[in-house]
């Protein structure tokens, strides 16, 4: 550009530059702030739409707030010349910090990933994509803090024509494989190229790559990555598992989204600083067993047993920052009775100027905050079975291991034994295993929800299935029969459809037998009600009419018995109007 200036901004040199635009770095001629000023070329200006889309990208700019993402200053433009301002970091991308270093500490990759998580969270929450991350996009200030840019590149440029790794729309080996379809990008997008960055910090290559841009496509639809710790051996296996996760190729089986991602990585921090203590913890306690301590009566050697504190250590919070934890109280001494020794509870200072607490174990055991968890657990079981050495003839015959376990056992036998005589008493059947029908169901109901390997089991007939069985379950019975007599036609002798066939005739037969059962309860309910016809229980009989057509109206298999049930329970309202007049008149002759 051969602009000195733009707008407010006086123009100093030239920051980057790609088909999309060039990036300056400018001063404001009257507040001398410095920015960088995104400027879209005139040629672009010019071509239909892409001044419209530039504009839909500074609002995506002015939307977004978050410390980790760029932040917007302005826009304008002079004539044909758009462009906005913005933050300038005065630092490095992480390509450039990636081509110097190959491949970066885990740890730090954490960190660095914890505050991608927070801007990812900013962007999605305003619903925007950034559809374009990668190391290039990620700028990183000397202080290690990270800056998201460039939001809206893809969604601008999406109309141009992809021709090489590195080109208009974004690169390649980040690019997420509903992406690389044509479909629509999500969030979960945005997940699988954060995922490719992780794997390139850690291992200092990306997880595909070829000889042209169709290549590294092809191999993040089909391909399988090596995982990164085959790489890097250094990384935990949690850290490794996270990455694979992110790689996925179905989206569903990603991470919901970059919180519950930040969320596990913190897990592994947390986890992380955990077994620095403990190594630290096991380091210091072996140095101060080693540690002698010079007695007054002949300055001989005599060992020393230590319970060390736990050191320092970084815990994140839930933002990822580091909260340093220190340690408060000095590391216990255990008494070892010696006659030159201090008396219970004082305290000597050696050489290294550490002042050591002397206790009994007995003090040690209640006064346990000075201890960590290990040495804690080791002190309560040693007075344990200091208590239960001292509990006597009858004490240590009840703490006898075979005498719980046989009384244990006996226990066991006799609630059994009440249990299974109450239902004797009440009648009820001993065997309390589900129905059939409910077997089958849910037989049935595990069946559909296997995720099978392609080919291993039909998959338009497992939905099939899983319709019929949805249609059962809501009441739909004579339709779920429907549909599975003409799944077991159209699966008979299929090899891939076995399974199906065979659970649609045990469902189909089951379905069957059910309704068999409910003819039976029907007939039943008729001579019942026959009964109370003849017993002049009128309301009895009615009341029983009424319930058959309540509880089978819906089951066209049923519709004969309900039509009857509807016949006898009008016939008998209405001989009971009947009735009504001729018991009136006499009143009224009166």
Not at 13 to 30: N, Q
Not at 319 to 337: D, E, F, K, Y
Not at 512 to 541: H, N, P
Request: aromatic share 6%; charged share 25%; net charge neutral.
């Amino acid at each position: 550009m051969d602009q000195k200036q733009i707008g407010p901004w006086v123009i100093e040199r030239i920051l980057g530059a790609g088909g999309m635009g060039t990036v300056y770095l400018g001063k404001h001629h009257e507040t001398g702030q410095v920015a960088a000023i995104k400027v879209l070329p005139a040629s672009l200006a010019r071509e239909e739409g892409f001044v419209e889309r530039f504009k839909r990208e500074i609002d995506s700019m002015e939307t977004l707030k978050s410390p980790h993402i760029v932040e917007f200053y302005e826009s304008g433009n002079e004539g044909d010349t758009y462009y906005y301002a913005m933050e300038f970091v005065d630092g490095e991308t992480l390509t450039s910090r990636l081509k110097r270093d190959k491949r970066l500490p885990w740890p730090e990759v954490i960190d660095i990933c914890l505050q991608l998580c927070r801007a990812l969270k900013a962007a999605h929450n305003a619903g925007i994509i950034h559809r374009d991350l990668k190391p290039s996009n990620l700028m990183m200030s000397p202080d290690g803090t990270l800056k998201l840019t460039d939001f809206g590149v893809a969604q601008v440029f999406a109309s141009q024509k992809l021709t090489v790794t590195g080109g208009i729309v974004g690169t390649v080996e980040y690019m997420s494989p509903e992406q690389a379809k044509g479909q629509r990008a999500t969030k979960k997008s945005d997940l699988y190229s954060f995922g490719a960055v992780m794997y390139v910090m850690l291992t200092g290559r990306p997880p595909f790559s070829g000889r042209t841009s169709l290549d590294v496509i092809h191999k993040h639809q089909f391909a399988q990555f090596d995982r990164p710790a085959l790489i890097a051996t250094d990384i935990p296996k949690q850290l490794d598992e996270i990455v694979c996760k992110l790689l996925e190729k179905d989206p569903d089986k990603r991470f919901p989204d970059s919180y519950v991602l930040s969320l596990r990585l913190i897990e592994v921090q947390k986890r992380f600083a955990w077994q620095s203590a403990e190594n630290a913890n096991a380091a210091a306690e072996a140095a101060a067993i080693s540690a002698v301590d010079i007695t007054d009566a002949g300055n001989q050697p005599r060992p020393i047993d230590v319970d060390v504190v736990s050191p320092t250590v970084l815990i994140p919070d839930a933002l990822g920052q580091q909260i340093p934890s220190g340690q408060t109280v000095s590391a216990s001494v255990r008494s070892t009775g010696s006659p030159d020794e201090p008396a219970m509870g004082a305290t000597r200072t050696y050489s290294s100027g550490q002042v050591v607490e002397r206790r009994s174990d007995q003090t040690r055991a209640v006064d346990g905050y000075s201890q960590g968890p290990g040495t804690i657990m080791r002190n309560l079981m040693r007075k344990v079975i200091e208590e239960q050495k001292d509990g006597g003839p009858v004490g240590q015959v009840l703490n006898n291991t075979w005498l719980q376990i046989l009384a244990l056992m006996l226990f066991l036998g006799v609630g059994y034994w009440v249990f299974h005589s109450e239902k004797a008493k009440t009648g009820q059947p001993l065997d309390e295993s589900a129905t059939e029908l409910e077997r089958i169901e849910s037989e049935v109901s595990r069946f559909v929800k296997i995720k099978d390997n392609v080919g291993k089991n039909d998959p338009e007939g497992k939905r099939q299935l899983r319709q019929a069985l949805m249609m059962y379950q809501l009441g739909e019975i004579s339709r779920a029969e429907k549909k599975l007599e003409a799944l077991i036609v159209l699966t008979k002798e299929q090899k891939i459809s076995e399974s199906v066939h065979a659970l649609a005739e045990q469902f189909r037969d089951a379905l069957i037998s059910d309704s068999k059962v409910a003819f039976g309860a029907i007939t039943d309910a008729f001579a019942r009600a026959t009964q109370f016809v003849e017993k002049k229980q009128t309301v009895e009989a009615e009341q029983v009419w009424q319930a058959v057509i309540d509880l089978y109206s819906d089951d066209p298999k049923m519709d004969g018995d309900v039509q009857t049930a509807r016949k006898k329970l009008a016939a008998s309202k209405a001989a009971s109007r009947e009735k009504e007049p001729s018991k009136a008149e006499p009143i009224r002759d009166k």
